[in-house]
């Protein structure tokens, strides 16, 4: 996926942690913080040598007079010789050399880490990466728009169906319940995939619930919050996978005259570890109807504290 080649998957990751996307926000909207200040967000924070090390936050110190507490200089590498000559320099005002003075840390989001948040870049390099990691091709996924202008989602295209992974970048609400539904439907897509990382709003998660529940188009699954996505990505993915074998077969019944899906679903189903526990939904479109159309364990609102 293009999109997401030349984005750092590990960075990306490091993003995906609640605090730590928090932290980085504010620090591209604030410009710097600087360490020692009560009120900075760096007092709020402790992992903050993580976030160096994935190369979202650069750093600074600024040399402080003690007496007027102007500022002196910048120095941004403490272990290199010519910066730390500059140490060696004495303060016009209080006459102490800089390394007498008051040395305070200061970091800003590195350019990596604006991209990745000022875009909402980082959310499609870790769904992809998440996607990679259950065996999903790469080569199979394109990244596309949000649903109702929010986010950006992932086509997935494998099988007899595709997926459509969103990607909310602020809360999903009822409107872009109803932009995925439109989407899935004109673009012939059996199966939707909800990542929010933000609120999914209660009225919004009810309806595509009760779409499932009476069997109304498009199957759409909800997985809110960080964790919880990536607890439950690979459920939601097995779950997809036995819709698409089913579909897939079912264009033989006609041909052969038995129900292959049937046999091929309750074999991948017996292959899992048991997580799908929820009631089935068979898919006809009436009662009388012979079994044809998937048969769906309905996935329940999985949630994590924020």
């Not at 948040?117 to 999903?136: K, P």
């Not at 607890?231 to 996978?241: H, K, R, T």
């Amino acid at each position: 996926m293009a999109a997401a080649e030349g984005a750092d998957r590990a960075t990306a990751m490091a993003l995906a942690d609640d605090d730590a996307r928090s932290f980085i926000t504010d620090l591209v909207r604030s410009g710097s913080s600087i360490t020692d200040l009560d009120d900075s967000p760096m007092a709020r924070y402790t992992s903050v040598a993580e976030l160096y090390r994935q190369g979202l936050i650069e750093r600074e110190y600024l040399i402080i007079c003690r007496q007027d507490h102007r500022t002196l200089g910048r120095v941004s590498d403490m272990d290199d010789d010519t910066r730390r000559s500059i140490l060696q320099l004495s303060c016009p005002t209080c006459g102490r050399r800089f390394d007498e003075e008051l040395l305070r840390q200061v970091h800003a989001p590195s350019r990596t880490a604006a991209e990745l948040v000022s875009e909402g870049r980082w959310r499609a390099s870790w769904a992809l990466g998440l996607l990679v990691d259950h065996g999903v091709d790469e080569k199979s996924v394109t990244q596309l728009a949000g649903s109702g202008g929010n986010g950006t989602a992932l086509r997935v295209e494998a099988l007899h169906g595709r997926l459509l992974v969103e990607l909310p970048d602020a809360e999903f609400g009822m409107q872009h319940a109803y932009a995925l539904i439109r989407r899935l439907r004109r673009q012939s897509i059996e199966f939707g995939l909800v990542l929010a990382t933000e609120p999914v709003a209660d009225e919004a998660y009810q309806y595509l619930s009760e779409r499932v529940a009476m069997q109304q188009g498009p199957m759409v699954s909800v997985l809110e919050g960080s964790q919880s996505i990536v607890e439950e990505l690979g459920s939601a993915l097995d779950e997809w996978s036995v819709i698409s074998v089913r579909l897939l077969a079912e264009e033989l019944i006609d041909t052969i005259g038995i129900d292959v899906g049937a046999v091929v679903e309750a074999w991948m189903r017996a292959q899992g570890d048991d997580t799908h526990t929820t009631g089935e939904i068979d898919l006809r479109t009436d009662d009388d109807a012979p079994a044809q159309g998937a048969t769906v364990t309905e996935l329940s609102r999985a949630t994590s504290d924020q």
